[in-house]
């Protein structure tokens, strides 16, 4: 039975019956009908399933039966599902597909959304009941239940619900200015990176780069405006792909200053002002609930617990790091001396260029010889899939009557090894000035059996689309990220979780990228290399030869790699282990990042931070605030777990479905340290193996 006002929102207009993010969809698995949904959709569909979910909350509140878990928690968990629907779609959009009008609905939606949070997460006679359910029930529920009430319990205390009032509006305010600083972050930054394109107007410019590169540049050029004949767009990361084959020195430093200075205030752009201020917010926030920075409150839930735990994981990193990325540095100073002279400074925007010409000289092997194998539709058939195949038992199926977002998203269904439909799956590999930079994992739709739902899943990178008629080649980088995402897909694919709150991904952030960057070992496994590293022309594997050369080439000078992880989280933390009153001015942004990386050992024009603080889009726009140690620290685990795979059998099935029944398809159904331990038999990870597998030490 539907209460007065659920009566009056389903009968005051037509329009909203029409609207079909306000319905399930037909098409199979609930997937979105993007041949149906107009921009002018979202913004009244976000309204209706906002006053959806405020009504579902006051009927939580007003049920005037003792709280329960049935009335009360598990009423809680099933409450805004059209507006988890709507925000899934919306909000894959605003990463992957931003137009104008997808932006100005963003700029209205997300203060609506976070005054929704807010009187969520501080409506006192709602976290009265939770904690009344807490206290009485906790200890007599199992499994699931209890871990879905402890989830729900902690999530409101540590978001502020034990507050004073006075405390509870100020959290308000910050959690409503965060979203509008983040909103900003997001729009200003992909701007200016789009617009730091560095134009070049003579082929002859762009020498060493491949004809097949060249004809990208003019592809990309034509597609921004064709300010001239060529253009070299910049990447989120700090260092960029052309960098180690443009001959044109000059080129490269402009390319390279490019991208550090895309959003410093150098230029047109100065994103420092609102990260400044999202620090002190965050500050602000921690202090109000008793930890002296953001890291101490972020960590509270996660497998490191305390900064200092993520310090002494680095410091020990940083130590053995260290020697092997200054005796990189000196000996590429050195061969590039050979031809430029004795008194050659080697600059950031020159490590790379000399490091491929050393690889080439070395090992006889360079990035053009190997890309004609990395045709990016043969790494996903016949190696992404190809591992999930023989590992997981999964067969991806290409549907070709799914609608999408755009022209370039593929549609795959995915089929268990018992025959029975499992997923959808969508990819989105190639870059377009609407897209953000980056590569991730998300869904349209979580795993259920509560919801008796099943994942909708996609990924999304940036790859180059060749020219028409070419096709799209890959890096090796861009290979393993392939794999890498597709780990992540993994996760969401093969979860089975009772409750949505609980399922797939929806882990700590050191935890969550443990699958993707073990999935990124199977890309050299021989038998998975050999099946897609095949010539786009004669379809002929990679030889015996090459391929030697080429695997052998993969961890030559690998301490950079290294090197500029590090630094990007020793950059993260320092802001975010601040008091509020210690935040710098967005004039001294910059030095403060600066002075972090001397403290710690890490400042080094040579392998500079993979994000630099005025461009570090996973802190400031993203989820990873005093979280990007999760890369290294879940590294760890993932390396650890490759070796018990090598060990049983790096393809054997019953591995493979041993690790997904014992952590894949649990998502945060139980202790995670717990899962890692079920499956190596570990009681701690062990970090010597990050240590070897990165440095070869």
């Known amino acids: 039975m539907?209460?007065?006002?659920?009566?009056?929102?389903?009968?005051?207009?037509?329009?909203?019956?029409?609207?079909?993010?306000?319905?399930?969809?037909?098409?199979?698995?609930?997937?979105?009908?993007?041949?149906?949904?107009?921009?002018?959709?979202?913004?009244p569909a976000f309204e209706t399933a906002i006053a959806q979910k405020r009504e579902e909350i006051k009927q939580i509140i007003d049920n005037q039966d003792s709280a329960t878990f049935e009335n009360t928690i598990l009423a809680l968990e099933e409450s805004g599902r059209t507006?988890?629907?709507?925000?899934?779609?919306?909000?894959?959009?605003?990463?992957?597909?931003?137009?104008?009008?997808?932006?100005?609905?963003?700029?209205?939606?997300?203060?609506?959304?976070?005054?929704?949070?807010?009187?969520?997460t501080f409506n006192k006679p709602l976290f009265e009941r939770i904690k009344a359910v807490y206290d009485r029930e906790h200890d007599s529920l199992q499994g699931e239940d209890q871990k879905l009430l402890e989830e729900i319990y902690k999530g409101f205390v540590l978001s502020g619900a034990l507050l004073s009032d006075e405390k509870m509006a100020r959290m308000k305010e910050i959690n409503?200015?965060?979203?509008?600083?983040?909103?900003?972050?997001?729009?200003?930054?992909?701007?200016?990176?789009?617009?730091?394109?560095?134009?070049?107007?003579?082929?002859?410019?762009?020498?060493?780069?491949?004809?097949?590169?060249?004809?990208?540049?003019?592809?990309?050029?034509?597609?921004?405006?064709?300010?001239?004949?060529?253009?070299?767009?910049?990447?989120?990361?700090?260092?960029?792909?052309p960098l180690a084959s443009l001959d044109n020195r000059e080129l490269r430093k402009k390319v390279y200053e490019a991208s550090v200075n895309r959003s410093?205030?150098?230029?047109?752009?100065?994103?420092?002002?609102?990260?400044?201020?999202?620090?002190?917010?965050?500050?602000?926030?921690?202090?109000?609930?008793?930890?002296?920075?953001?890291?101490?409150?972020?960590?509270?839930?996660?497998?490191?617990?305390?900064?200092?735990?993520?310090?002494?994981?680095?410091?020990n990193l940083i130590a053995q790091y260290t020697p092997v990325a200054q005796a990189e540095t000196k000996a590429i100073e050195a061969y590039a001396r050979k031809t430029q002279g004795a008194d050659f400074q080697l600059q950031p925007y020159d490590r790379f260029y000399y490091s491929a010409k050393m690889k080439k000289e070395m090992l006889n092997i360079s990035e053009d010889e190997v890309k004609p194998y990395f045709n990016v539709d043969s790494v996903l058939i016949n190696g992404v899939f190809y591992a999930a195949n023989l590992v997981y038992g999964l067969t991806l199926k290409e549907l070709t009557d799914i609608p999408t977002y755009h022209s370039d998203m593929r549609v795959f269904e995915v089929i268990d090894k018992d025959g029975n439909p499992k997923a959808l799956f969508y990819c989105d590999y190639f870059r377009r000035p609407t897209k953000r930079g980056g590569a991730w994992m998300d869904g349209f739709q979580k795993q259920s059996r509560q919801r008796n739902q099943l994942p909708i899943i996609f990924n999304v990178c940036n790859s180059a689309k060749a020219p028409e008629g070419q096709p799209s080649l890959l890096t090796w980088d861009e290979v393993t990220t392939m794999f890498h995402e597709f780990g992540h897909a993994l996760h969401?694919?093969?979860?089975?979780?009772?409750?949505?709150?609980?399922?797939?991904?929806?882990?700590?952030?050191?935890?969550?990228?443990?699958?993707?960057?073990?999935?990124?070992?199977?890309?050299?496994?021989?038998?998975?290399?050999?099946?897609?590293?095949?010539?786009?022309?004669?379809?002929e594997a990679m030889p015996a030869e090459l391929k030697e050369r080429m695997l052998k080439s993969i961890n030559f000078q690998p301490a950079y790699a290294l090197g500029e992880n590090l630094a990007a989280t020793c950059v993260d933390l320092a802001w975010h282990m601040l008091a509020s009153k210690d935040v710098p001015t967005a004039d001294k942004a910059m030095a403060f990042e600066t002075e972090a990386l001397r403290q710690?050992?890490?400042?080094?024009?040579?392998?500079?931070?993979?994000?630099?603080?005025?461009?570090?889009?996973?802190?400031?726009?993203?989820?990873?605030?005093?979280?990007?140690?999760?890369?290294?620290?879940?590294?760890?685990?993932?390396?650890?777990?490759a070796d018990v795979f090598a060990q049983r059998g790096a393809l054997k099935r019953e591995t493979g479905l041993d690790f997904c029944s014992k952590v894949l398809s649990r998502g945060n159904t139980g202790d995670l340290m717990q899962m890692f331990t079920d499956f190596t038999g570990m009681q701690q990870p062990d970090a010597s193996s990050l240590v070897r597998a990165r440095l070869g030490l």
Request: aromatic content about 10%; charged content about 20%.
């Open 176 to 241: 409503l200015r965060i979203s509008e600083l983040q909103q900003q972050w997001g729009d200003l930054l992909q701007e200016a990176t789009n617009n730091a394109v560095v134009w070049v107007d003579k082929k002859e410019d762009l020498a060493g780069l491949s004809e097949a590169d060249i004809a990208q540049c003019a592809k990309d050029a034509e597609s921004r405006g064709g300010k001239a004949p060529y253009a070299i767009v910049i990447v989120n990361t700090t260092q960029q792909a």
């Open 83 to 120: 507006l988890d629907r709507v925000s899934r779609v919306f909000f894959a959009l605003t990463e992957a597909d931003k137009t104008p009008e997808i932006s100005e609905t963003e700029k209205k939606v997300q203060p609506m959304l976070t005054d929704l949070d807010n009187e969520i």
């Open 492 to 539: 969401g694919i093969l979860s089975d979780c009772q409750y949505h709150m609980l399922s797939g991904t929806s882990v700590a952030r050191d935890f969550v990228e443990m699958p993707s960057q073990f999935n990124e070992s199977f890309a050299s496994i021989p038998e998975v290399f050999d099946h897609y590293a095949r010539h786009y022309q004669t379809h």
């Open 264 to 315: 410093n205030g150098t230029g047109q752009y100065n994103t420092f002002p609102i990260a400044v201020e999202i620090a002190k917010l965050r500050a602000e926030q921690a202090e109000i609930m008793g930890y002296p920075n953001y890291a101490s409150y972020s960590l509270e839930r996660t497998m490191a617990k305390t900064p200092d735990n993520v310090y002494a994981f680095l410091k």
């Open 600 to 641: 710690v050992g890490l400042l080094d024009t040579q392998i500079p931070p993979r994000y630099s603080t005025s461009y570090f889009n996973h802190v400031w726009g993203g989820g990873y605030a005093a979280g990007y140690y999760s890369y290294l620290w879940t590294e760890v685990l993932a390396v650890n777990i």
């Open 2 to 43: 539907l209460s007065s006002a659920m009566v009056q929102l389903s009968s005051c207009s037509n329009a909203k019956h029409e609207n079909p993010l306000l319905q399930e969809s037909t098409l199979p698995y609930g997937a979105p009908d993007f041949s149906k949904i107009q921009p002018s959709d979202y913004l």
